[in-house]
């Protein structure tokens, strides 16, 4: 996958070296035969870790390619858990299309508001404004709990995946393990290949400018505030349609999902991934789903496992694992 | 009809004139020099002209229309581009990248979400096209940060021109650059300002320069145009012989 500073390079010939095709084609394998090769429970964790990744990807676009580092995601993602889930409550629907479009409308509204309101500022101070503003969406769903059902949430039952056509959920193991992490895998395909197109678009290497040089980018024309905001709600639909996968898998919307060390999370998979890179999130993404597991099962001081590898992240791979696997491979080929 | 006309146009900071009532104009196709020393409104002025900066008075006419007002964006349009004494550049983005986001810009292709922009070969033609009539085409893939400094005005000046503007405002093209390479820049800027029909306006402290390659220079002095005329009406007026013998004289100090 091309990366940000790579595409930076401009490839002229827009073509992907074939290895590149060659790991993607060989991801792809093993992610479509992933229930086959592991247990439920594996393939429902990789699930929830390709839930993350539409975020992380989100998170990313703002993030790598605009320069925007947002603290505030969670407010997307719960908004669109808790968007399928009135969608339940009120509508009595439990199609997971129907999930999508509540979702989707809930994320991207919110998005549009509160983007246009961040997008004014950079820096710490969008972030603080990202921040502060998710924090509104996690008072409100605790708040208001004859609309939201407070702090136990809303229940969202397995959703009926287009129309039936293979049939109706089952048992909820065999059903999230199979049926539903298809459908996951082929939303998560879309999604990448969709924000993939959008980072090397014109607009996307717009994003990139702005990033880069915030005044060169306006003395051409770009018209920098409106590309944020469209940039910004572009990140927030795509982090609403996660929010939307991830409700079924875990059962409920809570608010704890909107609350803001969800949105660290958020940044912490991209971080640790690269956010340099394209595919660094998704790759982060999915580690530290597999690592916070691990972690929550393996002792009571999980948070302090999780900061302590955060730190040691921080100061030993900055560019994230795909920025030390690029290094890596570099140096072998140079060396080759 | 000239292509540019400032009127009294003034600009403070507080307590300081920057730009203190000036008036001028450009004709098509010239080259005009804007000199003074340091502090006397030439950056300004050219923030004024490119919508970075808003006039506290005065008015700007450019090919007809009032300016005043627009924004960068709608300047740009107009046909009004810029370069800064700073090289401004997407440093992490090749020389290829630079060039062409300015055409995505220009043909209002930038708000495009599903087009790959490698995919638009005419775009990538005509980038190509910019970066060899700059002299940089052997660098179309280089990161814009691994360029030597000669080769990063050049390439400021590059964007700028690509988006193929009617005036182009040149804030110290040669600034930072060895005397060889000063004339090298100077060249490419003439020939392509000269042979695409287009105005400059290039804000320049070595005179060498200004007198070898203006058509008319305007003199700065305290936010105000102390003098404005070709180079040899500038070479022979008073006031400015005054200014440059009383900088000379600073320097003997």
Redo the contacts between chains.
């Keep these: 996958m091309n990366t940000?500073?790579a595409?930076?390079?401009?490839?002229?010939?827009?073509t992907a070296p074939a290895a590149a095709y060659a790991y993607v084609a060989l991801v792809a394998a093993l992610l479509v035969g992933f229930p086959y090769i592991a247990s439920s429970y594996q393939t429902i964790l990789l699930s929830y870790g390709l839930v993350m990744a539409i975020a992380a990807l989100a998170v990313n676009l703002l993030l790598g390619y605009t320069g925007l580092l947002s603290f505030g995601h969670s407010v997307y993602f719960g908004a669109a858990a808790y968007g399928a889930a009135f969608v339940v409550k009120y509508l009595h629907v439990v199609s997971m299309e129907a999930f999508l479009a509540g979702g989707l409308l809930s994320g991207l509204v919110i998005a549009a508001v509160f983007g246009f309101i961040c997008v004014r500022y950079t820096k710490i101070f969008f972030s603080i404004l990202t921040l502060a503003l998710s924090q509104v969406g996690w008072s409100l769903a605790l708040k208001l709990f004859w609309v939201t059902g407070g702090t136990d949430g809303i229940r969202v039952p397995t959703p009926v995946l287009l129309g039936g056509v293979f049939g109706a959920p089952d048992d909820k193991v065999v059903f999230l393990a199979h049926r539903y992490y298809y459908y996951v895998l082929a939303v998560f395909t879309v999604c990448a290949v969709l924000m993939w197109?959008?980072v090397?678009?014109?607009?996307?290497?717009?994003l990139?400018?702005i990033?880069?040089?915030e005044?060169?980018?306006?003395?051409?024309?770009?018209?920098v505030r409106r590309?944020r905001w469209?940039a910004f709600v572009l990140s927030g639909m795509f982090t609403g349609i996660a929010g939307v996968l991830w409700a079924p898998l875990n059962g409920l919307a809570t608010p704890d999902v909107l609350y803001w060390p969800f949105s660290g999370e958020l940044v912490f998979m991209t971080v640790m991934g690269g956010f340099h890179s394209f595919s660094g999130p998704i790759i982060g993404a999915v580690a530290f789903n597999y690592l916070k597991s691990y972690a929550v099962g393996r002792t009571e001081y999980w948070q302090l496992l999780l900061g302590v590898v955060f730190v040691v992240l921080v100061l030993v791979l900055p560019d994230g694992i795909m920025g030390a696997w690029t290094r890596l491979h570099r140096r072998t080929r140079r060396e080759g | 009809m000239p292509l540019l006309a400032v009127e009294g146009l003034r600009k403070s900071f507080g307590d300081h004139r920057a730009v203190d009532g000036v008036d001028f104009s450009i004709e098509a196709q010239r080259l005009i020099s804007l000199v003074g020393s340091n502090g006397a409104g030439k950056t300004t002025l050219v923030n004024l002209i490119?919508g970075?900066l808003q006039p506290d008075e005065g008015r700007i006419v450019f090919d007809g229309q009032d300016v005043t007002r627009l924004p960068?964006?709608g300047r740009?349009?107009a046909g009004i581009?810029?370069s800064?004494q700073l090289v401004?550049?997407?440093?992490?983005?090749?020389?290829?990248?630079n060039v062409?986001?300015?055409i995505?810009?220009?043909d209002n292709?930038?708000?495009?979400?599903?087009?790959?922009?490698?995919?638009?070969r005419a775009a990538?033609a005509e980038a190509r096209e910019v970066i060899g009539e700059f002299g940089l085409a052997d660098k179309?893939?280089?990161?814009a940060s691994g360029l030597a400094q000669g080769e990063r005005k050049l390439l400021d000046v590059a964007?700028?021109y690509a988006?193929r503007p009617k005036l182009i405002l040149l804030d110290e093209p040669t600034s930072g650059v060895g005397t060889r390479e000063k004339s090298f820049i100077m060249d490419r800027v003439e020939a392509v300002v000269r042979s695409g029909g287009l105005s400059a306006v290039i804000v320049e402290h070595d005179m060498d320069i200004v007198f070898k390659y203006s058509d008319r220079i305007v003199m700065m002095h305290e936010g105000r145009v102390l003098a404005e005329g070709t180079p040899q009406e500038i070479v022979r007026d008073e006031r400015v012989a005054a200014m440059l013998g009383r900088r000379e004289g600073e320097r003997g100090e």
């Excluded at chain 1, 090397?200 to 717009?206: A, E, L, N």
């Design positions: 940000p500073a595409a930076a390079r401009g490839t002229a010939s827009g197109r959008i090397q678009s014109p607009f996307g290497k717009s990139q400018a990033r880069d040089n005044v060169r980018a306006e003395s051409i024309g770009i018209r590309a469209f | 490119t970075f960068v964006y740009i349009k581009a810029r800064f401004n550049l997407f440093d992490a983005l090749s020389v290829l990248d062409r986001l300015a995505f810009s220009r292709k930038i708000n495009q979400v599903m087009r790959l922009a490698e995919r638009d990538e179309w893939s280089v990161a964007v700028a988006l």
